[in-house]
């Protein structure tokens, strides 16, 4: 998680996830030669926000300024200042950038 970034309530972020396909087993009890793990890391770019309920898959990269409403399923990676919903998730629109200006503002850095 870079800077400026929020989870709310209740967001899930996997970096492992079993193949839900029935060709292997699941179960963290089961060895690993009987199953078939997806591992990926999550990166959650500077100024993203991610709503309650939310559940974000391995792989997946929230690029920077993000918008993830609530209870959204998150399986691939977005791109930079969007809003996105649902399960899965699409891009609703484009976010405004206002924020930056406020951030430079907060750093003293005008």
Excluded at 29 to 50: F, N, T
Excluded at 74 to 80: A, F, G, N, W, Y
Excluded at 88 to 95: E, N, T, V, Y
Aim: hydrophobic residues 30%; proline residues 5%; charged residues 30%.
């Amino acid at each position: 998680m870079e800077d400026f970034t929020t989870t709310s309530s209740r967001v899930c972020i996997y970096s492992i996830s079993d193949d839900y396909s029935g060709e292997t087993m699941t179960n963290p009890m089961i060895p690993e030669k009987y199953k078939k793990l997806e591992y990926g890391k999550v990166i959650i770019k500077k100024h993203s926000i991610i709503g309650s309920g939310t559940t974000i898959l391995p792989g997946v990269t929230l690029e920077e300024g993000t918008s993830i409403g609530a209870n959204s399923l998150v399986l691939k990676s977005t791109e930079p200042w969007g809003i996105y919903a649902g399960s899965p998730i699409k891009k609703l629109k484009d976010r405004k950038k206002d924020l930056l200006k406020l951030e430079k503002e907060f750093l003293g850095t005008k």
